[in-house]
């Protein structure tokens, strides 16, 4: 249980927070939150559980179906998410995430009714449009529910969303599919996130921004374009951060886009084999991880800069090994676990790494530095990363011995990614100690 500190909140029609009411009502907001995450992950993921029936009922290819799933939702979701993370900055955060999801979750449903590929390529390029703007108002928004030493762990909890979501599609997806058909699976995807929307409109409320920043002293005005550009490209540690959290995103969404399908090519195991394989590794396994690794790096960070980022990089350069087993082992049984150690291993990484990114930005640009690296994330990450593992096994011949080879390129980004964590944290290190000595 969180033990928040007293927030004195300053302005018209502000009350001061009280220790008790600020941790009740700041884990009611971290649980709504986790459970709206959980339908952005389902509703982002749907066609990695439904790749193989899409791409067999619209006769396609492996780097067409990369395209249709994550870089369709990764170009629409960079054009959105720095403009939305901007308008975060400014308007109300809770309004803001309301009509987000209700506008996400709608489509997804109509993903379901499409009767041509280019119309399920537009409703999902509208899913990734208005799911650009979730994760900077909902990050900026946890920022200012929990003080600084204990934003790892509610990160930590918020990504749980991440493996709830994803395991969640997986495991239901499959079984709806193979039952009732992929529409049906994206039916079922979309429902529960017009009921969340609604639970956030009518029960969130807006904190003050920065009120658990002892050295935000007076409200400041939202930045300007340029002043973004100086909070990133005049400081090397958080450049730093946001590429080893672009890196690491590209490597993770190819696997996890294409490991059902390797699964099913290489291993001959059932659709709702893979999906449940998956289930477990993005959910329960993932879930796990991101429950135990919050608390474990606030407890080793101490709030220190040089040290953040190092629990990421640690992390990222053990998965390296666990993915080279899911690829490389003999059977289908030693695949599927190296599956799950693979799962634990991106819920140890997730919240530690996009959590450095919100450490180094400050409090009145949180929402737009979070645009940042969902943009770069998404476009390159999620967006190119899948495709080009698309491309690269569909120009080896696009069998279960072509994906292989994509997969274990794309896990050897993780390499320069737990390099740049690791420079991101010794750069800020070396700023803040140069400040206490000036």
Not at 24 to 47: G, I, N, Q, W
Not at 330 to 341: D, K, R
Request: charged share 10%; hydrophobic share 55%.
């Amino acid at each position: 249980m969180f033990m928040l500190v007293s927030a004195s909140v300053s302005g018209a029609g502000q009350d001061r927070l009280t220790q008790s009411r600020a941790t009740a009502y700041s884990l009611y907001a971290l649980s709504l939150l986790l459970a709206t995450y959980t339908m952005h992950a389902v509703d982002r993921s749907a066609p990695s559980v439904l790749l193989e029936p899409i791409k067999a009922a619209f006769s396609l290819t492996d780097a067409e179906m990369g395209a249709l799933g994550p870089l369709t939702h990764g170009i629409a979701f960079a054009l959105t998410t720095l403009p939305v993370g901007m308008l975060a900055d400014r308007v109300n955060r809770v309004r803001l995430i309301a009509a987000i999801v209700g506008v996400w979750s709608g489509l997804t449903m109509l993903c379901g009714a499409a009767s041509s590929v280019w119309l399920l390529v537009v409703a999902r390029f509208g899913v990734g449009a208005a799911e650009g703007g979730f994760n900077p108002s909902a990050l900026s928004l946890l920022t200012d529910y929990f003080p600084r030493n204990q934003r790892s762990t509610a990160l930590g909890i918020f990504y749980l969303g991440t493996a709830f979501g994803t395991g969640g599609i997986f495991l239901v997806g499959s079984v709806v599919a193979a039952n009732y058909g992929w529409r049906a699976a994206f039916l079922v995807a979309g429902l529960p996130g017009l009921l969340l929307a609604i639970l956030v409109l009518f029960t969130l409320r807006e904190p003050l921004r920065g009120g658990f920043d002892p050295k935000l002293t007076e409200a400041k005005a939202a930045p300007s374009i340029r002043e973004i550009g100086n909070e990133v490209f005049r400081r090397p540690a958080l450049i730093y951060a946001i590429v080893a959290a672009t890196l690491s995103v590209m490597m993770v969404a190819s696997f996890y886009h294409w490991t059902a399908s390797y699964l099913i090519r290489q291993y001959g195991v059932s659709l709702e084999q893979a999906g449940m394989s998956m289930a477990v590794a993005t959910g329960l396994m993932q879930a796990i991880a991101s429950a135990i690794f919050g608390p474990i790096t606030d407890r080793y960070a101490g709030g220190r800069p040089d040290r953040i980022g190092l629990v990421p990089a640690a992390v990222l350069l053990a998965t390296i090994p666990i993915g080279l087993c899911v690829l490389y082992a003999p059977n289908a049984w030693f695949a599927i676990a190296g599956v799950l150690a693979f799962g634990f291993m991106m819920g140890a990484w997730l919240a530690q790494g996009f959590g450095t990114v919100l450490f180094l930005a400050r409090p009145q640009m949180r929402g737009s530095v979070a645009g940042v690296v969902q943009l770069l994330a998404n476009l390159v990450g999620n967006g190119l990363g899948p495709t080009i593992a698309g491309l690269v096994s569909n120009s080896l011949g696009g069998n279960a011995a072509s994906l292989r080879w994509a997969l274990l390129y794309v896990l050897l980004l993780n390499l320069p990614a737990a390099f740049f964590f690791m420079l991101a944290s010794r750069t800020a290190g070396a700023a803040e100690k140069g400040q206490k000595l000036s």
